[in-house]
């Protein structure tokens, strides 16, 4: 059975995603932060966590932006094969939702038209829009606000498959190591392994939506979720960067089939303030 | 070691000040991030006047988001200080005394600090909600139509800002990665 969305509602909810991630952490990314602080044992970085959480408490309660960057956003949309959109074209109701969140929310328009010749857009519009047919006859809409002081310190290796587990974990430490407090730790960590050159910075950029808590399903891959979060957390970047026990609060690996040359690794790195939300229509 | 500095940042004072130290800052100082730098220096190639004068000049590198109604300023927080270490060393020498950020500089920025007697501080980044409560009053002054990275005036209370870098030449955030 056909059913019919009309793109208001997209715009609509869109609207209302960009400024609830923006004033509001997910409840798992505030618990991460929360559970940081109990256990952090050097006194500057449990003092600069309980400023993350009094800034947390300060937003949500005087709706004053997380962080001044309220990024470029970026939406994850999965849309039904038995829906049939009526309105308008799909994108622009996402485009005009953008805009209006960012104006209604007073958030920060980021957006430059041309990466040379960089003159705002002033809606922060376009977002960055993927789409995926899914079945069913829902549209599951997920968007973030991606900050780009940690987005500039992601890195993509073409790794050889001889490289192995151990060549996974190294560049991703070395890519956390190299972003050192640029990318305003504790960090998320998402990491895409496999396809080709292009779906594994996709697959890292979906990761970060993902529960903090959440485990890969397949157990090699779990293991080297937690051995390489082990290592990341050792290198004691800490809060800030200025050492701690909390460089980074999770790290997801999200993984798809691969060419029998290759073995391509992206890394996409997210501040502490890893905003998503998603909603259902 | 904790202490009370004021805004401007004469050069006296910056030399009290040591890598590692927390400081709470009051007083005047001015945003300017990466498009503000980049008309700044290219008005000096050209030998043109400033807008705003450098001497003893504290420059916060923040693009902060829309004030809403009521409010002095939006969210507030330091961006990124790698991005303006290619203008740094000729503000510097224009009299800059103080620069706010966050994240690693290059070496020729350690050193134009250290010959230049100026400091770069951290604020913590991703906290614009709660530094932006620091923030008194906000003016802009120069470069009205680069929006969110034009030049504005700002008068702080107890903004917490810690030295990375000072005038010795010291660097807070590889002391603290040798530790390790």
Known sequence: MIREVDTMLITKAVKELCIKATHELSPDMAKALHEAREKETKPLAKEILEQLEENLRIAKRERIPICQDTGMAVLFVEVG????????????????????????????????????????????????????????????????????GSENMSRICMLKPADGEEGVMEQIVETVRLAGPNACPPLVIGVGLGGDFELAAKMAKHALTLPVTERAAKPHIRRIEEETLRRINALQIGPAGLSGDTTAFALHIETYPTHIAGMPLAVNICCHVNRHESVWI | MRKNI????????????????????????????????????ESMERGEALPISLKDTVLYYLGPSPAKPGQVIGSAGPTTASRMDKYTP???????????????????????????????????????????????EATVVAYEDLGTEA????RVENLPVVVIMDTEGRDYYEEVESEV
């Open chain 2, 90 to 136: 000729r503000m510097l020498a224009a009299g800059v005394t103080g620069v706010i950020g966050k994240g690693k500089r290059s070496k020729e920025v350690r050193e134009s600090l250290k010959k230049e007697g100026a400091v770069y501080f951290a604020a913590i980044g991703g906290a614009g909600a709660l530094l932006s409560k620091c923030i008194k």
């Open chain 2, 151 to 154: 030049i504005r005036k700002l």
């Open chain 1, 81 to 148: 094969q038995d829906v049939h959109f009526v309105g308008e074209n799909v994108g622009e109701a996402i485009q005009k939702g953008v805009r209006a969140g960012y104006e209604e929310g007073y958030l920060r328009k980021s957006v430059v038209a041309d990466p040379l010749l960089r003159e705002n857009t002033g809606d922060n519009t376009p977002a960055i829009i993927h789409y995926e047919l899914v079945p069913g006859d829902k549209v599951h809409i997920t968007f973030t606000a991606k900050g780009f």
């Open chain 2, 6 to 41: 004021t805004f401007p940042l004469t050069k006296a004072d910056a030399r009290t000040l040591h890598a590692g130290d927390m400081c709470y800052a009051s007083g005047t100082l001015y945003t300017a991030r990466d498009a503000a730098h980049k008309r700044m220096y």
